[in-house]
Every structure is written in C-alpha cells, then in structure tokens.
C-alpha cells in the first residue's frame, strides 16, 4: 500500500510540474513578443481618423487611428509586463506594484474613452489607494523584520512615540 501511495504522490508530483513548466513558458514566450506587440501599432492606418474592415468599424477623435493604436499599446504593454510581475513576483512587498498598475490602468481608460487629459487626472485617482498601499507596505516590512530581528513591536512602537525632526525620520527609512 505504501508503494502505491508513494507512486500517485509522485505522479502528482509530475504533473504539477508539468503545468508549472507549461505555465512559466506561457509567461515566457508572452514577455519575448512583447517588443512585436509594441511595434503593432505601425501596423495601423496613418492617414485617417476611420478604419473599416471585414471585421469591425473604429472611429475616432484622435488625428488618426495610428495615434490611436500608438497610445494604446504604450499603455497597455507596460501594463500586462506590471501584471505579470505582480503575479509572479513572490517578494512581500509586491503589492506596491499595484500603484503603477492602477496609473497605467487609469491612463489606458481615459484613452479607449478618448479622454485627452489622460496624465492629468489619474493621480487624483490613484491617490486613495497610494495612501492605503504605502502606509500597508511598510507596516508588513516593519513586522517581517521585527520578526526576522527577533524583536516585538514594542520596540516598534517606541520608536514611533518618540519625537524625531522630518530629516531624521527620513534617515529612518533607509537604515
């Protein structure tokens, strides 16, 4: 019986590893055509505001559709390679990368509805989360390394008591 055991536990074993190779070659072979996928954009027509094929119709208030497709892929390639890190980064503090995610997000947007004060705005937007994320980041840092210096919070929590000028406190975060 444990002969059996052993081999579903390593045919298991097996397979899982063939759907994480399969996986990280997905993601491979998605972050190598990235440059091929930036460059589409050239693809498209340069000298009108219409595009009409077999398939669809695009019109748009941008000077032409080839401003169009080049705003759009400046925005969405850096977006999907932000993704995949974000995905498959394994680091505590990967959820810092949500900040850039939410400006590309918020910029991609304001260009598929052809809104043309796409960086002005998205910061007031992304601000709320910057002040949940950044603030969250770095209470997680504080208890990892407490935890790793085999410390408690105590000793955490007097240093935040204590009064300390801005550029001290500045030092602070990069010791």
């Known amino acids: 019986m444990d002969k059996a055991n052993s ?7 097996q397979d899982k590893d063939k759907n994480s190779l399969i996986q990280g070659g997905i993601v491979v072979l998605i972050i190598a055509i990235t440059p ?93 989360l910057m002040m949940i994320l950044i603030p969250s980041v770095y209470v997680i840092r504080a208890k990892l390394f407490a935890k790793i210096r085999d410390n408690d919070l105590t000793n955490f929590e007097e240093e935040l008591s204590q009064k300390r000028s801005i550029w001290h406190q500045i030092k602070d975060l990069f010791r």
């Open 7 to 13: 081999k579903s536990i390593d045919l298991t074993h």
């Open 36 to 128: 091929f996928l930036y460059y589409l954009y050239k693809d498209f027509p340069s000298d009108s505001q219409v595009w009409n094929n077999f398939l669809f119709n695009i019109e748009t208030a941008y000077p032409s559709i080839y401003h169009l497709a080049w705003y759009i892929t400046t925005k969405s390639i850096p977006l999907l390679l932000l993704l995949i890190w974000f995905f498959t980064c394994k680091h505590w503090w990967h959820w810092i990368i949500l900040v850039p995610i939410a400006m590309y997000s918020f910029q991609l947007w304001g260009i598929i509805n052809e809104s043309f004060k796409m960086d002005e705005v998205e910061l007031i937007y992304i601000l709320p």
